[in-house]
């Protein structure tokens, strides 16, 4: 059944490399606890793989930071897939097997592993690092429908997609003064490796495990660059924008599946009180779906609070604006701690089982 293989599923795919499927990214347990907010916020670690304009603004004056690596799951199920898919497989009504097939029609599953890693080194004047990324995706739908043959035996095929991405940054970036107000740039090129695997079989007999038999196709790689800046207007708040794919791809696949690098776009705004801050994001450009999720357009809403000197706790908010869009609104929540090291954790829920873990450490030296 898929509910028993999903996590295995999802495993597979990151062992092999990463995935391109869902909203812009997730980067690090502190963002993804604060519903994902990143352009504005963040330390220069995150920086590195989020928005290259933050890697100027260094709250800490450390000369060396660490991101070990970051570890993720998520899964986003809109309709309530895997019920409904373990319900079919049980059910002997080939009336309720056809309702079940009409519900899963407008119904898909994305399933993530997402780890990463960041080395930066940081100066007065410029700051330069090396980051390591790989998000695992496997997405998933029902295609082919068949009421019409055999009524009493209804049908149709499920499909599964993985874009694997494995990626290598070289993030770097310096700040001027404007006017009296901080502007802090940046650029990070990267070299993407993208393997592909498709899967079908039956809804009678869907195991998702069976992911493990097939073999990744090797789409190629390409290289582009990432570019951001950020404004500190005054001493508590600041506005950026991160520019990703600035030079654009596409791939292939051998059964003519097209996967695009388009370029995207999203601001941010951050307002720091010292003991609190708030943040919200913005995606400018609406993204189709390379498989069967669904368009993306994200909208985020975070906060942190440093409630003591060694811990903070935030929540954030994530909803998709995008047209005809039903991915449920995320809720998520974490903690940080300086335990000597930094310690980071998030979790994610929303509706039909949709749900997200984060964990991370890392050093400032």
Do not use: C
Not at 249 to 255: E, G, H
Request: aromatic share 10%.
């Amino acid at each position: 059944m898929i509910k028993r293989s999903l996590f295995t599923a999802g495993l597979i795919a990151a062992s092999i490399s990463n995935v391109y499927a869902l909203p812009y990214g997730f980067y690090d347990a502190r963002s993804v606890a604060m519903g994902n907010v990143s352009v504005a916020t963040g330390g220069v670690t995150t920086a590195a793989l989020s928005n290259p304009g933050m890697l100027s603004v260094n709250e800490t004056n450390d000369n060396f930071a660490l991101l070990l690596p970051a570890l993720g799951i998520q899964a986003i199920d809109d309709g309530g897939v895997i019920d409904l898919v373990d319900e079919f497989q049980a059910s002997i009504n080939p009336i309720r097997q056809i309702q079940i097939l009409n519900e899963l029609q407008n119904a898909s599953l994305i399933a993530a592993v997402i780890p990463n890693a960041a080395f930066v080194v940081t100066g007065d004047k410029f700051t330069w690092g090396i980051t390591a990324r790989a998000d695992s995706v496997v997405s998933s739908g029902i295609r082919n429908v068949d009421i019409i043959t055999d009524p009493f035996n209804p049908d149709a095929q499920v499909t599964a997609l993985g874009v694997l991405i494995t990626e290598i940054g070289a993030p770097m970036g310096t700040h001027f003064s404007v006017a009296g107000m901080k502007l802090s740039v940046g650029a990070t090129p990267r070299f993407v490796q993208i393997d592909a695997i498709e899967y079908t079989e039956s809804i009678q007999t869907i195991d998702m495990g069976n992911i493990a038999d097939q073999t990744a196709e090797d789409l190629g790689s390409f290289t582009t660059l990432d570019a951001g800046v950020t404004l500190d207007i005054i001493d508590t708040f600041r506005v950026g924008l991160v520019a990703k794919n600035l030079l654009e791809d596409k791939k292939t696949t051998r059964n003519g599946t097209e996967i695009k690098f388009d370029t995207q776009l999203r601001i941010g705004a951050a307002f720091d009180a010292g003991f609190m801050t708030i943040a919200a994001d913005l995606d400018l450009i609406e993204r189709d779906p390379i498989g069967f999720e669904n368009p993306s357009q994200s909208f985020s809403l975070g906060a942190e609070f440093d409630t003591f000197s060694f811990m903070q706790l935030r929540a954030g908010y994530q909803t998709n604006l995008a047209s005809g869009a039903t991915d449920p609104d995320l809720l998520s929540f974490g903690a940080g701690f300086w335990l000597g090291f930094n310690l980071d954790v998030a979790v994610v829920v929303g509706e039909d089982s949709s749900y997200g873990f984060f964990a991370q450490s890392g050093f400032r030296f």
